[in-house]
């Protein structure tokens, strides 16, 4: 599998249309074998990539959140899948109440973020749309339980940095985290480099 198997050309037409030329990143991380199969079967199974939101409140605070089954002291911006033979707009409404309860926000596609994980002598791809929402408002309310949201809270957009060192500092001793959080930390570099200022 490559890239372009997981991207549609026309979405892409579509999204430049809309919201203009964007910019994209490409990352190779190197993964350990556990990751990877995660990866695969989620890419090969049940998505083709996801929406990353950032969703801001009116005091320019980013929202983010946390699982209990994520290591003690990380928060990071919500995601959510795009299913094979699913729109991103449609994903992006759908996770958006999903997570949040959010139906009414204005967003602005920031662009994409794609990803090849490797480990020996397999490579898997993957893909990130990165979404800034405004126009919100109140406070979320998790929709579908399965989320397993523990918490959110609101941060300064200048903490996506300070997030993006946390992941990446996950250590090793937290089974399965580790690439999954230098793998997490990559959008929000990339967002904190889109909206900071």
């Not at 990380?74 to 795009?82: A, K, Q, T």
């Not at 994409?112 to 990165?130: G, R």
């Not at 997030?163 to 929000?188: C, K, N, T, Y």
Request: with cysteine; hydrophobic share 40%.
């Amino acid at each position: 599998m490559i890239l372009d198997d997981l991207l549609n050309s026309g979405e892409i037409v579509e999204l430049e249309r809309l919201y203009g030329s964007f910019p994209r990143r490409h990352h190779r991380l190197a993964v350990g074998s556990e990751h990877i199969e995660w990866w695969a079967d989620k890419v090969l199974n049940d998505r083709r990539g996801e929406v990353v939101l950032a969703v801001q409140g009116n005091s320019g605070e980013v929202l983010l959140h946390t699982k209990s089954s994520y290591p003690p002291g990380i928060y990071r911006l919500l995601s959510g899948g795009v299913s094979w033979g699913e729109g991103v707009a449609t994903a992006l409404r759908r996770e958006v109440y999903e997570e949040t309860g959010y139906q009414t926000f204005d967003e602005q596609f920031l662009g994409l973020v794609s990803y090849e994980f490797h480990c020996a002598d397999c490579c898997l791809p993957f893909v990130s749309y990165v979404y800034l929402l405004t126009g919100i408002k109140g406070q979320p309310v998790v929709q579908d339980e399965e989320e397993e949201i523990s918490a959110f809270r609101w941060a300064p957009v200048s903490e996506l940095a300070v997030m993006a060192a946390a992941l990446r500092s996950v250590p090793e001793d937290s089974p399965g985290f580790r690439d999954w959080g230098r793998f997490r930390a990559l959008a929000h570099d990339f967002l904190f480099a889109r909206i900071k200022g």
